[in-house]
């Protein structure tokens, strides 16, 4: 990336550490066999590489055994796996799922699909702070609910979900639960036996690895959770995601999982102060400027302000050189007000003058000043500018 472009959307993506690199390139060149092919040395070895990534990343996640991961190309294809698998597994239990309405769309989607497929899909609003309210999920559950996925972090406000307190209210009524927790791993602590959830969505990109690895923790006790796989064709994954298996995404994977969970206490201190330092100018200089979401139950890395009398993407077009966002970076080649902010009971006129600040593992204090300091800067340029037009 261009020295003069400051980064500030991790939430969208990060890149690669080099230690991650590092530990992947010998499986680009040197252990390349496949997994699979296991009648031969090689393939013995990278298979043996395979499974100590799996039981890596079981480890920190807090898995019961390493069977209990499967790996994906990313959260997209778990989310999909979670809901679908459940659903078509499930039928005979019932027909109703229940998420809430700020999900992913790589939740939103799939469960509409399902809907067209004659499930019933319930999705629960939210507070000013981006949270469900338990006793409304508590009265969105019926005897036919068979799911409840909820996101553990949202990706455009950073709100947490209560999901600790929603799986104890799911299982009261035979539900399972699922969670993605694409945007919060490596960023709080994740551990699945605490959250007590049965499926469990994640996404390499998200925390320092490559793009294109991902997992999902699919539950093997209490009793065994059984999905219908997506991906047919050679029986891999235990059945779930057949192909080949991307052996350096997944060594990548686990040894980013593996950072992150080492210095995981420090770094939420080090990223909620640069969030803090970032909103504090920002607000401090600006009138008509508001935090949107929760202040306390949320990601430490993530701010989402609004600008009164603006318009989010004039913003985004006056600062080539910051690298920010409107909300969500799957939905941004449709410009529109937030639905997540919408859905908070922010104001239409708000939700398209918001802007997503993610911090990272690289973001230093002097980009969090020149940045405020771009952002303050724009913004009072463009509302004189609008002001200008009006009494002329």
């Not at 995601?241 to 995981?264: H, K, Q, Y």
């Amino acid at each position: 990336m261009s020295d003069d472009i400051i980064y500030l959307d991790f939430n969208a993506s990060t890149p690669c550490d080099p230690r991650v690199v590092e530990a992947m390139l010998p499986y680009l060149s040197d252990t390349f066999a496949n997994p699979s092919s296991r009648h031969h040395r090689p393939g013995q070895d990278a298979f043996t590489a395979l499974e100590q990534a799996r039981s890596t990343v079981a480890r920190l996640l807090g898995a019961a055994s390493s069977t209990e991961i499967v790996f994906t190309s990313g959260a997209t294809e778990a989310n999909n796996l979670a809901l679908t698998g459940a659903a078509e597994m499930r039928t005979g239990n019932g027909r109703h799922i229940v998420t809430q309405v700020t999900e992913h769309p790589s939740v939103l989607e799939p469960l509409a699909h399902l809907q067209k497929s004659g499930w019933d899909v319930t999705e629960l609003g939210v507070d000013s702070d981006g949270r469900i309210r338990l006793d409304e999920l508590s009265g969105a559950l019926r005897d036919d609910t068979i799911l409840v996925s909820l996101m553990l972090a949202n990706n455009e406000t950073g709100a947490l979900q209560p999901v600790v307190q929603a799986a104890v209210l799911a299982r009261e009524r035979g539900a399972l639960i699922h969670c993605d927790a694409a945007q919060a791993v490596g960023k709080v602590a994740v551990d699945v036996a605490a959250l007590n959830v049965d499926l469990l969505s994640l996404s390499g990109h998200k925390l320092y690895a490559p793009k294109g690895i991902g997992a999902l923790f699919v539950r093997r006790s209490r009793p065994p959770l059984r999905l219908v796989p997506l991906i047919r064709g050679g029986g891999h994954e235990y059945g779930l995601r057949s192909g080949t298996p991307n052996l350096p995404g997944a060594v990548a994977l686990a040894r980013a999982l593996e950072i992150a969970c080492a210095d995981l206490e420090a770094e939420m201190g080090r990223l909620a102060d640069l969030r803090d330092r970032l909103e504090a100018i920002i607000v401090g200089k600006l009138d008509g400027c508001s935090v949107n979401g929760s202040t306390t139950h949320r990601l430490p890395g993530t701010c989402n302000l609004s600008f009164a009398g603006i318009e989010g993407n004039a913003l985004l077009a006056s600062l080539p050189d910051l690298a920010v966002s409107t909300g969500s970076a799957c939905t941004s080649a449709h410009p529109q007000a937030s639905p997540v902010l919408l859905a908070m009971g922010v104001a239409s006129a708000l939700a398209k003058a918001s802007l997503r600040l993610s911090v990272g593992r690289f973001t230093t204090a002097n980009e969090i000043d020149r940045a405020a300091a771009r952002i303050v800067e724009e913004v009072s340029r463009l509302r004189l500018t609008r002001f200008s037009h009006w009494v002329s």
